[in-house]
Each structure stands twice: as C-alpha cells, then as structure tokens.
C-alpha cells in the first residue's frame, strides 16, 4: 500500500533542513554586507557604491544558478525503454535471472543502450520498470531512475544530473566568486576592527564573522568546484569516477572522453555565449551519448549506419586522446523508429584494450 500524504510530507520536509540553512547564511551574509558594512562602516561614497554593484552582480548570478538547480526537476528515461508488454509479461513469469537477461538483451537491441553491469548483463531498473540509459541510474532518495546521474545533492535537495549539471557547476562557480568578493571587500575592515582601529559598534560582530564564514565556505567550495572541473574536462560523473562504466568489453574510464573541448561542449554546449549563464545549452537528450568507436572498421560502420538509417558523425579528437577513433551519436527519435522497425544490426562503442 502506497503511504499517505501525510507520511510523505513527513518523510520529505527534513530534506529541505540543509537549504533552508544555506538561505539563512545567504540571507544573513546580504544583510551584514549591504547594511552593516556598506551603509554603517564604510565612509567614502565612492568605494561604497563600487562595492555594492560588484556585490550586487556576484549575488544575483549566485543565487540564480542555485535556485535553477534546486527547482530543475531531474529527467528521467522515456517510455522508449519501458519493456513492451508483451516482453515484460514474459520477464515476470521468467523464474530464472539467465531468461529475464535473454528478454532484456533482446529489447536493448533496439535501444542506443552500451553499458553493462560489471558482470555483463543489460541495466535493469526493478523500482521503475525501465532499461537503464547509459550513465542512467536510480536515486533512492527521489525514487527515479536519472539521466546521467551525477550524484544526489542536500544542500540543493535535489538530483544533479542531465538536467540541470550545468547549473550545479555555475552554482559552485558563482558561491566561490560571492565569498571572494565577501572576503577581498571586508578584510581591510576586518583588520581595523581586529587591530581596534575603529570603535566598536554593532556592525563589528557581524564584519568580523562575515569574514571568517566567508573564507571558509570559499575553501570548501572551490575545491568542489575544482574537482567537478576536472570531471568535465574527462566527460566523467561521480559515479564513474567512483566505479567506471562498463562496456561489452569491460570497464572503461575513459568510455565517455572525447577530448577536452569536445567534453567541454557536452556539458556547457558549444555557443560560448551561453556559458555563464544559468540556461540550459547542455548538448544531447540524456539518454544517448556520443562514445569511442574502435572495434569496427570505419567503412563497414558507416555500411551498418545507413542500413539503419543513422547518420556517421565524425568529430574531432585532441591530439593527446590516446586512440584515433569515430563517433556515432543516436537521437531519441532515432531509437524509437529503431524499436519500432525492429532488430536491425547494432554498432558497440569500446575502446580498444
């Protein structure tokens, strides 16, 4: 029996503990900065109105990207990789796990799907009844199966994944450039209340302490961001930094590279305009991603791409990929007119061994 409302409102709402906390501190840190240093402590007009645009600017950018990552709902797979039901009548009543993996590997035939479980069978959500995209997997905590499922974050109360990664990056960027700007602003102030230069008063406490919270967020968050920069840079999540994805070949931590720029693209897009703002530009639909293409020759590739009427991408590779590969990426409306149409010769992306 499904549990009531009630149950899952109570079950939920501490989740939203660790962002109601981080709004208290961005809340608190807006009114120290603006109020008690900008408009209290700080003398000269000038510096006074300067501060308060590039404090302004820093602010907005912060909390628009985090917001957009807290309320980007995260996407799951479509109703492509549900089983048909004949199939899945047939998986239900197969008693032996070597009969269900026949079924599955019979329907991901026609599905853009290269990834493995470490022991080779087909990734099969049991919860959500569906075929696992590549770099698809369920969160327990939001009950789905995501897209290119980063991780699950609390401080955002939300899946970071296909949907809204981008965002989650921006978020990191524009927190550590709002404690910079906290931090290179108040230190002179902070150093003549430490030193006693000026009088004491109300706005010492909260100049004091906007100093320390912000050196400190700063650390913590940059080396997130630096982390999350790297993965990028390899076309890596955090699950597969953790636990490569693995192919029909085995596991492969580099299955998903394409050269840093093109890795680059994949998350950010590849109109720069787009780059620094909270919008979504992420290249792909999340259910199918570009990957290395080594065990087949070219010629007799592209033969079995316009026999199922998919179109060879070539893409360009930076010159320290260690392999010279090609590239096929698959849209989702490809794969359903792939289903519909019925099992046609599959191509397998791996790199070479």
């Known amino acids: 029996m499904a549990p009531s409302p009630v149950l899952r409102w109570c079950k939920r709402a501490p989740r939203w ?28 007009n000038a510096e006074r109105i300067s501060y308060l645009v590039i404090f302004h600017i820093s602010f907005f950018m912060f909390i628009w990207s985090y917001w957009k990552t807290i309320w980007s709902r995260p996407s799951n797979p479509s109703s492509a990789f549900t089983l048909p039901r004949a199939e899945k009548e047939l998986f239900e009543r197969a008693e032996q796990a070597e009969m269900q993996q026949e079924i599955l590997k019979r329907v991901a035939k026609g599905l853009p799907v290269y990834t493995r479980t470490p022991g080779g069978a087909v990734r099969y ?25 980063d991780h699950h974050c609390p401080w955002v109360n939300n899946c970071v994944g296909f949907s809204n990664y981008k965002y989650f990056v921006l978020f990191l960027a524009y927190a550590s450039l709002y404690c910079v700007v906290i931090s ?13 230069q000026l009088l004491d008063s109300h706005a010492k406490f909260h100049i004091l302490f906007l100093f ?35 192919f029909l070949s085995g596991p492969d931590k580099n299955g998903f590279s394409l050269g ?58 930076e010159p320290d990929t260690p392999v010279a590969v090609n590239h096929v990426h698959h849209t989702t409306e490809e794969f359903k007119e792939k289903q519909a149409d019925g099992p046609k010769d599959s191509v397998v992306f791996e790199r070479e061994q």
Request: glycine share 4%; aromatic share 16%; proline share 4%.
């Open 17 to 44: 503990i660790p962002v109601l906390f981080i709004n208290l501190v961005v809340g608190w840190s807006y009114y120290a900065y603006v109020v008690e240093l900008c408009v209290y402590t700080i003398a000269n």
């Open 125 to 149: 959500c049991d919860q959500c009844q569906v075929i696992k995209p590549d770099r698809c997997h369920h969160c327990s905590t939001c009950e789905m199966c995501v897209l290119k499922m």
């Open 212 to 246: 320390f919270v912000a050196a400190i967020f700063y650390v913590s968050i940059l080396s997130l961001l630096v982390y999350h920069l790297w993965l990028i840079g390899k076309n890596r999540t955090t699950i597969e930094a953790f636990r490569a994805p693995s």
């Open 184 to 196: 290179a602003t108040v230190v002179q102030y902070f150093i003549k209340f430490w030193t006693k």
């Open 260 to 317: 840093f720029k093109r890795n680059i693209a994949e998350v950010f897009g590849d109109q720069a305009q787009y780059w620094f703002f909270p919008v979504f530009s992420s290249q792909g639909d999340g259910h199918s991603f570009v990957t290395r293409l080594v065990h087949i020759d070219p010629e007799q590739a592209n033969g079995i791409l316009q026999q199922n009427g998919k179109r060879h991408v070539v893409v360009p590779v």
